[in-house]
C-alpha cells in the first residue's frame, strides 16, 4: 500500500486527537516500518489495519467509523494535492465515472507497483449513479467516505446507498439536484 494512505492517516489523526495519539497508536502496535512512513514508500496494507484498530481501541470511536472519517479526510487531502484530477470534471457523477478510467490510469503511471481497487460504474438516471466497488483489502468504509468527500468537494446533495455483493460492494449514487 502506497505511503501517502499512513502519512495522510497519521496528520487525520495529529488533527482530529493530537501528536500523543499519533505515538500512543505507533507504540501499541509491532509495526515493520516502526511507523516511518513516507508518502511514496510502500507498506504491508496490515499496518494500517493495526493503526486503525490502535486508535479505535484509543478512542473508542468504532473501526468503520473512522474509516470513513478517514476516507472523507482523504478525499480533501488528494483534491488538494492533485486539483488536476478533479477539476476537470463538471459535475461529482462525472467525476466518479472517471475514477477507474482516468484517474487510476494515472496513477499506474506514477506508481506501477500500486494495488488498487477496481470501480466500474453505470449512469442509472441523469442522477443516479452505480459504482461497484472491489478491493482485496475491502476498505468498503473508506471508499464510501471518499465518495461523501466527493460530495462534499462538488457540494451535490443526495445520497449514497450500499449494498454487499460477492465479490465487492455496489454503491448507489442519488443525487437531488
Known sequence: MKGIIFTEFLSLVEDQWDEDMVDDIIDACELPSGGAYT???TYNHT???????ALSEKSGVPVPQLL?????????????HYPHFIDQSLSLLEFLE??????HVEVKKLY????????????????????????????DDV??????????????KGTIT???????????????E
Open 68 to 80: 470513513n472519517i478517514y476516507g472523507k479526510h482523504l478525499f480533501g487531502r488528494l483534491a488538494h
Open 143 to 156: 471508499c464510501h467516505g471518499l465518495m461523501e468527500g466527493s460530495m462534499e468537494y462538488f457540494k451535490a
Open 162 to 176: 450500499r449494498e454487499p455483493l460477492e465479490d465487492g460492494t455496489k454503491f448507489i449514487i442519488d443525487l437531488t
Open 47 to 53: 499496518e494500517i489495519v493495526n493503526l486503525v484498530i
Open 112 to 139: 506501477p507497483d500500486a494495488e488498487l481497487p477496481s470501480f466500474e460504474t453505470k449512469r442509472l438516471g441523469p442522477n443516479k449513479l452505480e459504482m461497484i466497488y472491489r478491493s482485496s483489502r475491502h476498505l
Open 98 to 103: 472517471g475514477v477507474e478510467r482516468y484517474i
Open 39 to 41: 508518502s511514496v514508500g
